[in-house]
């Protein structure tokens, strides 16, 4: 053999055997890495069965879990009842109850360094941790036991487990923060939780800051246009309420003339102001982001119907809350059973938790049902303070200069060095315009009288101390209506549609909450706080809030809808429409046979689009030559105008919406406030509909005047051409679930930007039915993209005539471990619209534990 190829043979062999090495030691570190990934994964997987001794434990406690990962608790005393929970919320879920901790209490720079210093400014500015301090100082002593038993569970639980023992995101934060570590849990960390949610649930000063910024560009009865009132064909919640209070009734749907500042000359005020009003976006935006965006137009159904309507004779109760997209689920589902129920421990209860609080949030008791929704009341007002030229920390009251009150918070950074900031607080509450460096003052215009130096407070329910702790335990203990509403005295923040049920047969419903009296206005734009003018001047008493108990109809129904027509108070101006309302009161009242749990269920899962109810009519009226445009046209003749996964149809009509508003609005809004396609463009749109030359449909960037049907037929077109692009060139191959999927995010480690970590945690993309405003709620803004970014966080029927027929979901799972079976196993049940059983009977739990965990006392050395 020649030379060169005795060389080139020789190199290919050398090559050949470098290779097979190559390949062998990366196979071996490859195993080696899934070796201990897998080992870092699963140890933090919690420990089922066995016996675990617990300091602090006064007795015995048994823990069954049951196929889906849910435990059922049995404890012979409160104490060990709450502390079991605790223990089992840390099993599962700590990082989720340390990261939202760090949430309530504006800490987050510790955990994930310089980055979220912004937010943590905010949220120290909010200054709930020093809200909840307030609460825990004026605690009862059963509310602090309680509190105190569940920190006593968590911190039993970390005594054992540290770093990735605790959970897998653990071992990824030690490489960005290596010298992170948990702190003991705190009565402070579960009172805080109730501030994030009541954030979340009622952020309604954020429509308070997008009429004040639009009518820099617009005028007053264009804004409102785009506000429009509650639509009389719209159902409200309680149609047959009666008022027991004499007096002047006020209208609950009136629109009021907030401010002189507004009326003298809107634009140039709202110019003026613009600077301070979009400061306060910039960080809410962030913590959008960690939380999820939710508040306003975002909601939930519950309805109850009476046995009279139903095929057992006894109550139905279902609940179905809206939220934000994420993984970990919001809710732990779980069983609390004192054995037995005595004076001491009267809990039989089961449902729906929250990590890091105790207690059953929504669910059913031996005696009582009862669901939530979200009322979203108006409880935020933001006041336009003067501040005194020559001291930043006075303010004007009436004509004189009063001190701000100043706290200092400092914030530990990650790998930096602390900061102190200044929350500045006037008699409103805090300066939230404060969280922005680049705050500009204004300069006042003529005739305006401006102050020459302001700031933006708020004045918010959530920053006075709270009952709402109390509420929880009252309720899962109450044994009537009347015990049901003496605990939804208590909850107080955020205010809920409280739907209810109980073994005897009664329905009923409550509004309960903190809802200001306000001496002027309607708090629909940020008013002058330097007078009393726009002062609050208490709230409304509970037993003057709506209610009702066995209505006539035999059923009541709740999203977030306007509760009644007329009322003496104000609750607030911004209701959500009552598109989802408007079918369940439908499929309810439509009902000829005696209604079942399939048919509730039924019910929940509907995807009818009512805004397509609407629009197909105009859509089918306009003329479109081409055959393919045609073609799509006929997509909508036979449509059932349900927005099913595969329908061709729904996905047609869906992206001509996104274009249709992009095509009306987007000449005349800022991008900011680009229509996102729920309920109130429904309303608006509707109206619109109506006036065929108005001048919304005019496109200002062209020189032509647009009317209706063209900017119809228009966005028809462009839909058609956007699915022949994305999808298919056949009609009948468009599909809307390939379009409208919902991926599970970590909220933190899952948003990293980093592919390979947010691969770790994150679960989907799964296809899914429905949009923001069908009852099966999946939403997707219309100024961002088609995928599904609020959800029905769980859904949950029971059956008071026999609470073991009662049934659930949530998603995407009871773990929040990566990798665990039950991280995303309930993903495609609660996607098909399936259900899982509430078992309640203890004969039923047994027959379906799948492993039995036994806490007992620690024996002391």
């Not at 770790?760 to 709620?777: H, K, Q």
Request: with cysteine.
């Amino acid at each position: 053999m020649p030379l060169p190829a005795q060389i080139k043979s020789f190199r290919k062999r050398w090559f050949g055997k470098i290779l097979k090495r190559t390949l062998i030691v990366l196979l071996v570190l490859g195993l080696l890495l899934v070796g201990f990934v897998t080992y870092t994964v699963r140890q933090s997987f919690a420990q089922e069965s066995g016996t675990i001794q617990l300091p602090k434990l006064k007795a015995e406690v048994t823990i069954q879990r049951d196929k889906w990962g849910i435990p059922h608790i049995y404890a012979a005393n409160s104490h060990d009842l709450f502390m079991a929970q605790g223990y089992i919320h840390a099993q599962d879920r700590f990082w989720q109850m340390d990261f939202w901790r760090h949430i309530g209490s504006g800490r987050l720079s510790e955990m994930f360094g310089s980055s979220q210093v912004d937010t943590d400014k905010y949220l120290r500015t909010m200054g709930w941790a020093r809200v909840a301090q307030q609460e825990i100082a004026e605690i009862n002593a059963e509310m602090k036991a309680y509190l105190e038993a569940y920190a006593d569970g968590v911190n039993a639980y970390l005594t054992e487990h540290q770093g990735s023992a605790l959970s897998l995101e653990y071992a990824v934060l030690k490489f960005l923060n290596p010298r992170y570590q948990p702190e003991p849990w705190q009565i402070l960390h579960s009172l805080t939780w109730g501030k994030v949610m009541a954030y979340d649930l009622g952020r309604n000063f954020e429509s308070e800051i997008e009429r004040a910024i639009l009518l820099k560009t617009l005028n007053q009865n264009q804004v409102e246009e785009l506000f429009p009132p509650y639509p009389q064909d719209l159902p409200v919640i309680l149609p047959e309420f009666e008022l027991k209070e004499k007096g002047k009734i006020q209208n609950s749907n009136q629109k009021y003339s907030d401010s002189s500042l507004f009326t003298q000359s809107p634009n140039v005020f709202a110019e003026a102001i613009t600077p301070a009003l979009e400061s306060i976006t910039k960080p809410m935006m962030a913590l959008e982001q960690l939380i999820g965006p939710t508040g306003i137009g975002i909601g939930s159904n519950s309805w109850v119907i009476s046995g009279q309507r139903t095929a057992t004779g006894k109550p139905i109760l279902a609940n179905d809350p809206h939220l934000g997209v994420q993984i970990p689920s919001i809710w732990y589902e779980v069983g609390l059973h004192c054995t037995p129920k005595s004076a001491e421990c009267p809990y039989n209860v089961s449902g729906f938790s929250f990590a890091g609080m105790i207690g059953v949030i929504i669910g059913h008791s031996d005696r009582i049902a009862w669901g939530v929704t979200n009322v979203q009341s108006d409880v935020m007002d933001l006041y336009i303070e003067k501040i005194n030229p020559n001291n930043p920390n006075q303010y004007e009251v009436n004509g004189k200069w009063v001190d701000m009150q100043l706290v200092q918070e400092t914030i530990q950074i990650a790998a930096s060095q602390p900061i102190v900031q200044t929350v500045r607080y006037t008699r409103h509450g805090p300066i939230l315009s404060d969280v922005s460096p680049n705050l500009q003052q204004f300069k006042p215009s003529q005739p305006l009288e401006l102050p020459q130096n302001y700031a933006v407070a708020l004045r918010w329910t959530a920053l006075a101390p709270s009952k709402l702790g109390y509420a929880i335990p009252q309720i899962n203990r109450a044994q009537n209506w009347q015990e049901f509403r003496t605990a939804a005295s208590n909850y107080d923040v955020p205010a809920q549609n409280l739907v209810y049920a109980d073994v005897d047969g009664n329905i009923g419903y409550q509004m309960p909450g903190k809802f200001p009296i306000r001496a002027k206005g309607d708090g629909r734009y940020p008013v002058p706080g330097w007078t009393d003018a726009y002062e609050w001047q208490g709230y409304i008493d509970f037993e003057k809030l709506p209610k009702i108990f066995n209505p006539s109809p035999g059923y009541i129904a709740t999203a977030n809808n306007l509760v009644m027509r007329e009322y003496p108070y104000l609750i607030t101006a911004d209701w959500v429409y009552g598109y989802r309302a408007k079918r369940i009161v439908e499929m309810i009242s439509q009902q000829t046979q005696p209604i079942l749990l399939k048919d509730v269920q039924q019910i929940q899962g509907d995807d009818r689009n009512l805004n397509a109810q609407t629009l197909v009519p105009l859509l089918q009226s306009i003329t479109v030559d081409p055959p393919r445009l045609q073609a799509a046209q006929k997509l909508l003749q036979d449509w059932n105008l349900q927005l099913g996964m595969t329908s061709p149809a729904a996905a047609l009509f869906e992206v001509f919406w996104k274009h249709l508003l992009a095509d009306t609005f987007h000449d005349q809004l800022p991008e900011k406030y680009f229509p996102n396609g729920g309920d109130r463009w429904y309303a608006v749109v509707a109206n619109l509909v109506k006036q065929p030359n108005s001048s919304w449909w005019d496109n200002r960037n062209t020189p032509k005047v647009e009317n209706r049907d063209q900017i119809l037929r228009q966005s028809f077109i462009e839909a058609v051409d956007e699915l022949e692009q994305i999808q298919s060139k056949d009609p009948k191959n468009w599909n809307w679930g390939k379009l409208h999927t919902i991926t599970f995010r970590n909220a933190t480690l899952g948003k990293s930007g980093v592919a390979p970590i947010e691969a770790l945690f994150n679960r989907g993309a799964f296809a899914t039915s429905g949009n923001g405003e069908t009852v099966n709620a999946n939403r997707w803004r219309a100024n961002k993209s088609f995928e599904v970014t609020d959800i029905p966080s769980l859904r949950m029927i029971v059956d008071l005539g026999n609470l073991d027929n009662s049934v659930a979901i949530h998603t995407p799972g009871q773990s929040g471990h990566a990798f665990h079976k039950h991280y995303n196993d309930m993903v495609e049940p609660w996607r098909q619209i399936e259900y899982h059983q509430m078992l309640w009977e203890s004969k039923n739990i047994t027959a379906n534990t799948t492993a039995t965990l036994r806490l007992i006392p620690k024996v002391a050395e």
